[in-house]
T-cell receptor, first 116, second 116 residues
Framework: AQTVTQSQPEMSVQEAETVTLSCTYDTSESDYYLFWYKQPPSRQMILVIRQEAYKQQNATENRFSVNFQKAAKSFSLKISDSQLGDAAMYFCAYRTVGGATNKLIFGTGTLLAVQP | NAGVMQNPRHLVRRRGQEARLRCSPMKGHSHVYWYRQLPEEGLKFMVYLQKENIIDESGMPKERFSAEFPKEGPSILRIQQVVRGDSAAYFC??????????????FGPGTRLTVL
């Protein structure tokens, strides 16, 4: 079974600085998707960024980018120029490609604080 | 376009009562997923449904929990004889169901269930 691990329960960053959130996963599959979701205090789950495992190029969305290391099964999120609105819980998630289910498997989350 | 809608947003039940949580997927989406988030934890998959069919219920507790997604109307997650351990945030997500890139799951705002 696939598992997702986030080893940093909490992180803190100064406004305008850069922070990296870690995520590792375990799978025997060769093709899959990886995601980072943001959950602000409102609890709404917001998709931040997505990576397809068959793509070597790291995904980027504005200030958010990932470092995808397939052999190491690592998928970290880098937030550049951190803003106060980035403060939230961040969840890493895994999804199989193909098969009968689309279910997402989530890590336990990293709570990010942004200091002014 | 309206997003995924869940109601109620907050639900309080006494032990032994029934809880019914409703989810209306985004327009054009025929696949619904239910996830549960216990306090201080990540989201855990419960069940995946298409119209009138349960595709994957591997995350559903064996007793007291059931889900449906009828041909007409919202998806319903039903919890019978609630216990304090059922207190959690329940999230619904929807997708088009196509197993292709871009088939994102869009999340609703969640229903926070409190069992007294």
């Amino acid at each position: 079974a696939q598992t997702v691990t986030q080893s940093q329960p909490e992180m803190s960053v100064q406004e305008a600085e850069t922070v990296t959130l870690s995520c590792t996963y375990d799978t025997s599959e060769s093709d899959y998707y990886l995601f980072w979701y943001k959950q602000p205090p409102s609890r709404q789950m917001i998709l931040v960024i997505r990576q397809e495992a068959y793509k070597q190029q790291n995904a980027t969305e504005n200030r958010f980018s990932v470092n995808f290391q397939k052999a190491a099964k690592s998928f970290s999120l880098k937030i550049s120029d951190s803003q106060l609105g980035d403060a939230a819980m961040y969840f890493c998630a895994y999804r199989t490609v193909g098969g009968a289910t689309n279910k997402l498997i989530f890590g336990t989350g990293t709570l990010l604080a942004v200091q002014p | 376009n309206a997003g995924v809608m869940q109601n109620p947003r907050h639900l309080v039940r006494r032990r032994g009562q029934e809880a019914r949580l409703r989810c209306s997927p985004m327009k054009g989406h025929s696949h619904v997923y239910w996830y549960r988030q216990l306090p201080e934890e990540g989201l855990k998959f419960m069940v995946y449904l298409q119209k009138e069919n349960i595709i994957d219920e591997s995350g559903m507790p064996k007793e007291r929990f059931s889900a449906e997604f009828p041909k007409e109307g919202p998806s319903i997650l039903r919890i019978q004889q609630v216990v304090r351990g059922d207190s959690a945030a329940y999230f619904c997500a929807s997708s088009t169901g196509l197993l292709v890139v871009g088939n994102e799951q869009f999340f609703g705002p969640g229903t926070r269930l409190t069992v007294l």
